[in-house]
């Protein structure tokens, strides 16, 4: 895995920039030499992250309901106006609800986590489905957890969402040509983040994976080395 390839040129968006993950793979995207368009909820969030990351011209940051068929749409009309394709959509929206046995999670747990990691995953693969299938690079990719296909009773609405949103990317997938555009899954436990490290100095986070090593798989993913590869998973999972 060629994770130092280029994606000099690429225009790749990212859905739910702003969180833990986003930031670290719209750096490691803009290293490889992609225009990275970020979506997040707030315009002041993105355009912060935008000059932290010091892309210039190659980063497109804009503030984007991506539960909002319209909102999404006008985000993709957009991004085809002012660079006139897209490559690339990696999708990071997530959010978390559980801890309680499943007879007892309350059902309004389930109606937020499908607008957060199911709906929003439709709504963007939909909006960008030709722009992906005309691109010659398009790529797909969906950061998932180890709880779709090993759920435990505390987690089951999130269990079951990341489930239904795995299903939907191999389904994306299976309707690609073959060589054509791709849609992957990577899998983790959990995810640490900079910010995780740079608040607990010292502590160990022995089944985290750090976001360092899914950006550097999200950029494989997106190089021209994974073009074989379509309706895959690559856990990251720690041992
Ligand atoms: N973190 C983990 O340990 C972990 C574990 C397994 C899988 N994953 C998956 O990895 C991906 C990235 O994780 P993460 O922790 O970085 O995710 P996150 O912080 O929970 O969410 C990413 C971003 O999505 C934004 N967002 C939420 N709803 C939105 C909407 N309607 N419109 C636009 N933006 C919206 C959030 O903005 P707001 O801050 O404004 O809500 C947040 O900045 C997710 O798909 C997650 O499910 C994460």
Same mark, same amino acid.
């Given at each position: &895995?060629?994770?130092? +390839? ?6 790749? /968006? ?29 315009? =002041?969030?993105?355009? +912060? ?23 999404? +749409? ?6 085809? =106006? ?17 801890? *309680? ?18 709906? $929003?995953? *439709? ?23 180890? *709880? +779709? ?14 489930? /239904?949103?795995?299903?939907? $990317? ?25 910010? &995780? ?6 502590? =160990? ?23 074989? &590869? ?7 999972? &720690?041992?």
């Amino acid at each position: &895995m060629d994770a130092g +390839a280029s994606l000099d040129g690429r225009v790749i /968006a990212i859905a739910g920039v702003g969180g833990g993950l986003g930031p670290v793979v719209a750096a490691r995207l803009g290293a490889a030499g992609a225009i990275v368009a970020g979506a997040n909820r707030g315009q =002041e969030e993105v355009d +912060a992250l935008g000059e932290e990351l010091g892309l210039g011209k190659r980063w497109d940051g804009r503030a984007v309901d991506l539960t909002d068929v319209d909102a999404v +749409a006008a985000w993709r009309d957009g991004l085809v =106006e002012r660079f006139g394709r897209v490559d690339g959509l990696i999708h990071l929206v997530g959010g978390w609800r559980g801890g *309680q046995p499943l007879h007892e999670e309350p059902l309004a747990d389930w109606d937020l986590l499908h607008r957060l990691l199911i709906r $929003t995953v *439709q709504l963007t693969t939909r909006a960008f489905h030709d722009q992906l299938a005309a691109s010659g690079h398009g790529r797909f990719v969906l950061v998932s957890a180890k *709880q +779709a296909q090993h759920p435990s009773n505390g987690n089951a609405a999130y269990a079951a969402a990341k489930a /239904a949103a795995e299903a939907w $990317t191999l389904a994306y997938a299976d309707g690609f040509a073959p060589g054509g555009a791709t849609a992957n899954i990577v899998v983790v436990d959990a995810i640490l983040t900079p910010q &995780m490290r740079a608040e607990n100095p010292g502590k =160990e986070f022995p089944t985290f994976t750090p976001a360092e090593h899914v950006a550097d798989a999200i950029a494989w993913l997106c190089s021209d080395g994974a073009a074989e &590869m379509n309706g895959g998973r690559l856990p990251l999972t &720690m041992p």
